[in-house]
């Protein structure tokens, strides 16, 4: 399967307890990007990376949240003490994007988290 | 105005009719344009690029209006599987979604 892989798909927590996310990429794109989607609404960017290097974080991002992807390759979104508004599906997406083109994003499973 | 604007729906329409719903971006420098489908607790997916000649695949037709600064999306002879939220995706100096068009195909 050379899609982009999430994991885990689903995870419970309590809240203030930290929890962390995985995510891979399509090998051969070298943008990546985290997003979250709650209950009728659109998914709202949170951060994406180009390559290594972390090029833009949204506003969403309070300081509890961190994303690293430190080979370029795989990424990981962690929360720190979680609260229950951060219930939401968590996207990942990559793309093949040089320059100004853009050819839409392809999606991971996401992971549904749900804090207790 | 809102960066992209969707009509939530739901739309409910018989299978076999056609439907269409209109996505509105409010940056006119917009360079590129999408529409993905979602299913419930499902991803997103991409269904089509928008080109600005328009373009067709299969029961699916989508439009841009550069003018009045929207995105169309029209699906013919409609079946009950296309029961989704259609997301819109308008790519300016950000790449901004709709919040979706629930539709439901009534059997």
């Known amino acids: 399967d050379t899609g982009v892989s999430q994991d885990p798909r689903h995870k419970i927590t309590k809240r203030g307890q930290n929890v962390t996310f995985r995510c891979d990429p399509i090998?051969?794109?070298?943008?990546l990007y985290w997003y979250r989607q709650t209950l009728g609404q659109g998914p709202e960017f949170l951060t994406y990376?180009?390559?290594?290097?972390?090029?833009?974080k949204s506003r969403l991002l309070s300081d509890r949240f961190s994303a690293e992807r430190p080979k370029g390759s795989f990424s990981t979104l962690e929360i720190q003490r979680t609260e229950q508004g951060d219930s939401a599906m968590y996207l990942c997406?990559?793309?093949?994007?040089?320059?100004?083109?853009?050819?839409?994003?392809?999606f991971g499973s996401g992971t549904r988290l749900t804090v207790v | 105005r809102k960066e992209v604007e969707q009509d939530p729906g739901p739309f409910n329409v018989p299978e076999g009719a056609t439907v269409a719903f209109n996505c509105t971006y409010s940056?006119?420098?917009?360079?590129?344009f999408f529409w993905y489908r979602q299913d419930c607790r499902k991803e997103p997916k991409l269904l089509m690029s928008?080109?600005?000649s328009g373009n067709e695949d299969g029961r699916f037709t989508a439009q841009l209006n550069r003018a009045s600064q929207y995105i169309s999306l029209l699906i013919r002879d409609s079946k009950l599987s296309d029961s989704a939220t259609y997301l819109c995706?308008?790519?300016?100096?950000?790449?901004?979604f709709g919040k979706g068009t629930r539709l439901h195909i009534l059997p």
């Open positions: 997406a990559s793309s093949d994007r040089t320059g100004d083109h853009f050819y839409g994003y392809t």
């Open positions: 090998s051969e794109h070298n943008r």
């Open positions: 990376f180009q390559n290594e290097a972390q090029l833009e």
């Open positions: 940056n006119s420098a917009s360079q590129s």
């Open positions: 928008v080109y600005s």
């Open positions: 995706v308008v790519n300016g100096d950000k790449i901004i």
